[in-house]
């Protein structure tokens, strides 16, 4: 008779990957946020912590981005001998930097995890802070070095691609717009933060204590990056999908959504990295503490774009917001024709709340334009349209935040030209009756998609 010994092999431990046994590095292999049991016993407690702790680290992220822009007008008012053209292009060159940035963070996540990658752009925020701080101490850098810097600023303007499309996977259809619309307000809100308290730390006529804001800035990164470290998780369906990314670029609804975000994010970011030194170019009185409020309104405001067009369409909210942006532009001229400093800071109030709900509103179309033919229940091909739902986000966002450096040069340039910003705003103008004509004839109109879903 055979005689059995004891196995040595241990017992199964159950599986690994899941929502509660990750496997190490915090991979999630098992999660579908449309599986609705699952979403409940878990999903939805998941995805939101993985939301707040991203809404964190983009917003340093755009805290960063947009130092200089109210950093400038600052060091100028220090004794920093900067034209104005030399000023827009300090604010101008880290949007441009961000903007051709998101493309590769984009891919980042689909390389190193959400969560990875999380970690490594919070850290990288250190060296734009480091940059500025040596500015404010050293009166004499040459214009060169300070662009240079400035350039830095750029890391900061492509964590939301990165966030964006990472924040995506872990949210069903359903909640999609509210989702997206919290994350980037969240990030968007930098902007307003650092506007408000850089003034208000800074010495009057003292260019070393610009330094202050920057500084506080780099143990808040590392406090990120420590958090996303402990709390976030990697994805393994957010995975890099080639197919995916060759199908999203070869779709015109990529690039038609990409054009219209130049409209909405280009303008909130160009307005909110040009605003401050507009309004004391223009109106060399009026003091720099009311610059952040278009920003916070702005970043305030897409959220609610995002939550409306969950509710009535995300086609319909865009053409509402283009046209309020069109408004806006000529509230500004008429602003500068009466050297109303009253009439002209109402209406970039009135351009950032629009530009912000158009933010929300182009965001929400995407999933929808991308969900159309796909079947409940049909896993592959939900997985597949997250996908490259995903790649038209990181193209969008790259290229929507090109208009922000198009804004601040055209600003630049008509200012060069005509001795004014009024024919840069007309072409603003122009620009969103276009961008109207394009929603409606695309995505508005009756059977434009020749479908019933409503985009």
């Known amino acids: 008779m055979a005689v059995q010994t004891p196995s040595t092999e241990q017992e199964p431990r159950g599986p690994v990957g899941t929502i509660d046994a990750p496997r190490a590095g915090r991979w999630v292999d098992v999660f579908d946020p449309e599986d609705q049991a699952q979403w409940a016993a878990g999903g939805r407690r998941m995805a939101r912590r993985n939301l707040w702790w991203s809404i964190g680290a983009e917003f340093l992220g755009f805290t960063v981005w947009q130092l200089w822009s109210i950093a400038t007008p600052v060091l100028v008012a220090a004794g920093y001998a900067i034209a104005l053209d030399q000023q827009l292009w300090l604010t101008a060159v880290p949007v441009l930097v961000g903007a051709t940035l998101r493309f590769p963070y984009s891919f980042a996540v689909g390389r190193f995890g959400g969560r990875n990658w999380t970690i490594i752009s919070a850290l990288l925020l250190v ?13 004499g850098t040459p214009f060169w070095a300070m662009l240079l810097i400035a350039a830095t600023a750029g ?81 393994a369906e957010a995975r890099s999908d080639g197919a ?87 509230g500004a001229v008429v602003a500068l024709r009466m050297a109303s400093v009253t009439l002209f800071f109402l209406a970039f109030m009135v351009l950032f709340v629009a530009s912000g709900v ?43 935040a090109y208009g922000g450096f198009l804004i601040n040069r055209g600003f630049a340039e008509s200012s060069k030209a005509f001795g004014s910003l009024q024919p840069a705003l ?18 508005a109109r009756r059977g434009a998609l020749g479908t019933s879903e409503r985009i």
């Open 127 to 139: 060296v734009p802070c480091l940059g500025l701080a040596y500015v404010a101490y050293n009166p």
């Open 155 to 235: 890391v900061g303007g492509g964590n939301f691609a990165s966030s964006m499309s990472n924040i995506h996977f872990f949210f069903p259809q359903r909640e999609k717009g509210a989702a997206l619309g919290l994350n980037a307000a969240g990030g968007n809100i930098g902007v307003a933060v650092i506007q408000a308290v850089t003034p208000f730390v800074v010495v009057a006529g003292i260019a070393a204590t610009t330094a202050r804001p920057a500084i506080f800035i780099i143990p808040l990164a590392v406090l990120a990056a420590l958090g996303a470290w402990r709390f976030m998780d990697n994805l």
């Open 426 to 443: 007309w072409a603003f103008v122009g620009f969103y009756v276009l961008c109207i004509a394009v929603t409606w004839a695309v995505y």
């Open 244 to 330: 995916a990314w060759r199908a999203a670029l070869s779709d015109r609804h990529t690039w038609l959504i990409s054009f219209l975000y130049i409209g909405t994010f280009g303008s909130f970011i160009g307005y909110a990295a040009a605003f401050p030194t507009l309004l004391k170019s223009q109106f060399p009185d009026v003091t720099l503490t009311i610059a952040f409020l278009g920003a916070l309104i702005g970043s305030l405001a897409r959220p609610w774009g995002g939550r409306l067009s969950d509710r009535v369409g995300g086609a319909r909210v865009s053409i509402v917001a283009f046209a309020v942006l069109a408004l806006g532009a000529v």
């Open 358 to 400: 158009g933010n929300g509103s182009v965001y929400r179309m995407i999933p929808a334009v991308f969900r159309r033919g796909v079947a409940d229940g049909d896993v592959g091909a939900g997985l597949y349209e997250r996908r490259i739902t995903a790649a038209c986000i990181g193209v969008a966002a790259g290229i929507g």
